[in-house]
Nanobody, 124 residues
Framework: QVQLVESGGGLVQAGDSLRLSCEAS????????MGWFRQTPGKEREFVVA????????TYTDSVKGRFIISRDNAKNTVYLQMNSLKPEDTAVYYC?????????????????WGQGTQVTVSS
């Protein structure tokens, strides 16, 4: 069992930065690949980025490449999402999630555990 709690969301202006954190409970955190997804009202949850259990491989959706950086600290049971050069279209609720299915890492259905989400709002 893994419980995930996100933090770090907020209201910022276009061009600003935010760092989201996702702290996991449970001794098996380091065995999971971790992902970040986002969702806006009326739309499906969409993949943003994922990182392997060891942190050596990452996958980004095209719209955030070069702006967002995912990292993890297994000693602290925490995964981070550094978001730079934020745009109004990045506005969403951001969720972290854990999966043992790396090949399906971009799919919502591949993830076993989810956090409650944190709101990110980017004003123009």
């Amino acid at each position: 069992q893994v419980q995930l709690v996100e933090s770090g969301g907020g209201l910022v202006q276009a061009g600003d930065s935010l760092r989201l954190s996702c702290e996991a409970s449970g001794r098996t955190f380091s065995s999971y690949a971790m992902g970040w997804f986002r969702q806006t009202p009326g739309k499906e949850r969409e993949f943003v980025v994922a990182i392997t259990w060891s942190g050596d491989i990452t996958t980004y959706t095209d719209s955030v490449k070069g702006r967002f950086i995912i990292s993890r600290d297994n000693a602290k049971n925490t995964v981070y999402l550094q978001m730079n050069s934020l745009k109004p279209e990045d506005t969403a609720v951001y969720y972290c999630a854990a999966t043992r299915s790396w090949p399906q890492r971009t799919l919502v259905s591949a993830y076993d555990y989810w956090g409650q989400g944190t709101q990110v709002t980017v004003s123009s």
